[in-house]
């Protein structure tokens, strides 16, 4: 069985784009970080995004800053959708009311959280295009870390396919 760690290319539709940055940039509008996850199929070292999924979430605004929240009956939802369906998360991509970073709790609270998936993190409540080399990118190593990827190689990884 192939793992998500030997993933070298993900093909995302442009609709699977569009749907979630609409949903971030909606949000962003007032003010709070957007959640979106890309869900589809693996074969070989190729993954092919089959659907994009907008969460039920909370967001919120603390005196730290803004954040959103997806809990737990959501997530059981969603990972049980994923099952019935054999799909299986390779990224969540989310906005930040500045620029592009992951934060410690991004690090702590991912929805995506097999090795191998993507954090993908989009500046200025996804006000601007959605463009790979616009994000700050990261991906799951084996030690459970977020480790940051750099542009140009997000950007050969990840294509936006019409």
């Keep these: 069985m ?8 993900v093909r995302v539709p442009r609709s699977c784009v569009d749907a979630v940055h609409a949903h971030m940039r909606k949000v962003g509008r007032d003010g709070f970080e957007g959640l979106g ?5 693996q074969a070989g070292d190729t993954f092919t995004v089959e659907e994009a999924v907008i969460p039920a979430q909370k967001h919120m605004r603390t005196e ?15 990972n049980v959708w994923l099952y019935r369906k054999k ?13 592009a970073y992951h934060s410690g709790t991004d690090d702590r609270y991912a929805v995506a959280t097999t090795v191998g998936c993507f954090s993908l993190v989009m500046p200025d409540f996804a006000t601007g295009p959605f463009a790979i080399d616009r994000l700050a990118s990261y991906r ?16 050969r990884m990840i294509t936006i396919v019409e």
């Design 64 to 78: 730290d800053g803004v954040c959103v929240i997806t809990g737990p009956e959501e997530l059981h939802r969603l």
């Design 87 to 99: 799909l299986s998360l390779i990224a969540q991509i989310h906005s930040h009311p500045g620029r």
């Design 37 to 41: 996850l890309w869900a589809g199929r």
């Design 140 to 155: 799951l190593d084996a030690s459970g870390a977020w480790r940051g990827i750099p542009t140009s190689q997000a950007a």
């Design 2 to 9: 192939m793992r998500l760690a030997h993933v070298r290319s």
